[in-house]
C-alpha cells in the first residue's frame, strides 16, 4: 500500500472514532462505508479490522475512571446481544440468498422509519421500558450482527427513547459492541482467519484510536442530547438508506 492509501485509511479511522465516542455507535458503519467508497482496502480485511479497533476504542472511551453505566439496563442487552449473534449467524447458513436480499431491503426500510421517529418524538419516554423491552432490542441487535454486521439501529433507537443520561448510553453502546466484537474475533481466531496484514493494519490504527478516544474523554464536546440525537439519526439513516441500495440490485436481478 502506497503512503496515500495508507493516509486516507487514518482518516476514516479518525472520523469513525469521533463518531463512536459522540454517539456510542457508528464506528463500524462509517469506516466500513468510508473504506467502500474510496476503495482503499478489501472490505473483507477491513471486517476484521473494524473488531479490533472497536475493542481499542473501548479501552480509550472506558478507560480511567470507573465509567457510567446502569447494570438494569447493561446486562440484559449484553446477553441478549450475544446469544441473537449466534442465532443470526445459523440463520445466514440456513436462508437462502433470495430471502436473504428481501430481509435486508426490509431492515433498511425499518431503520430509516426508526430514525425519523427519533427525531419526531423528540422527548424521551417519562420512565424507564420494562426489562422485557431491553432483551427484545439486545437480541434483535445480536441477531442483525450475525446476519449483516448491522445490528446497531435497534438498541440505539430504544436506548436513546429511554430517560437515561447521555454518558449512560454512550458507555451502554460502546461496551456492547466491544462484547459482540469480542466474540467475532474468537470465531475468526477459531477459524485461523487472522492474518498478518490485519494485524499490521490495527497496529497502524490503534494508537490513533486510542488517543483520540482518550480526547474525547478527557474534553467531552459540550453538545446537547438534542444535538446528539440529530446526529443518532443521521447515522442511522445512512445505514438504512445503504442496506436498501445494497438489496436493490438483487432483487431487480431476481425480477
Wanted: aromatic residues 8%.
Amino acid at each position: 500500500m502506497s503512503v496515500q492509501v495508507h493516509l486516507l485509511f487514518l482518516g476514516c479511522v479518525a472520523l469513525a472514532t469521533l463518531a463512536q465516542g459522540l454517539t456510542g455507535f457508528a464506528f463500524g458503519l462509517i469506516l466500513l462505508g468510508l473504506v467502500a467508497n474510496l476503495q482503499v482496502l478489501p472490505l473483507g480485511e477491513v471486517a476484521v479490522v473494524i473488531s479490533i479497533l472497536t475493542l481499542g476504542n473501548a479501552m480509550g472511551t472506558l478507560g480511567g475512571d470507573r465509567p457510567q453505566l446502569d447494570r438494569g439496563v447493561l446486562m440484559p442487552v449484553l446477553l441478549s446481544s450475544l446469544l441473537g449473534v449466534s442465532l443470526g449467524i445459523w440463520g445466514l447458513g440456513a436462508l437462502g440468498d433470495q430471502q436473504i436480499v428481501w430481509l435486508r431491503l426490509l431492515l433498511g426500510v425499518l431503520i430509516v422509519v426508526a430514525s425519523l421517529m427519533l427525531v419526531v418524538q423528540s422527548r424521551p419516554r417519562a420512565k424507564l421500558s420494562g426489562q422485557p423491552s431491553f432483551w427484545l432490542a439486545g437480541g434483535l441487535c445480536g441477531l442483525l450482527n450475525g446476519l449483516f454486521s448491522s445490528g446497531g439501529p435497534p438498541i440505539v433507537y430504544h436506548l436513546y427513547r429511554q430517560p437515561l443520561a447521555y454518558e449512560v448510553i454512550r458507555n451502554t453502546l460502546i461496551t456492547l459492541f466491544a462484547a459482540n466484537a469480542a466474540a467475532r474475533l474468537g470465531l475468526v481466531l477459531a477459524q485461523g482467519q487472522l492474518h498478518a496484514a490485519t494485524l499490521w493494519l490495527s497496529a497502524e490504527a490503534l494508537p490513533l484510536v486510542l488517543l483520540l478516544s482518550w480526547l474525547l474523554r478527557r474534553y467531552p464536546p459540550r453538545l446537547s442530547l438534542r444535538g446528539v440525537r440529530w446526529l443518532v439519526f443521521a447515522l442511522m439513516a445512512l445505514a438504512g438508506v445503504g442496506l436498501i441500495v445494497d438489496a436493490l440490485p438483487g432483487l431487480l436481478a431476481v425480477y
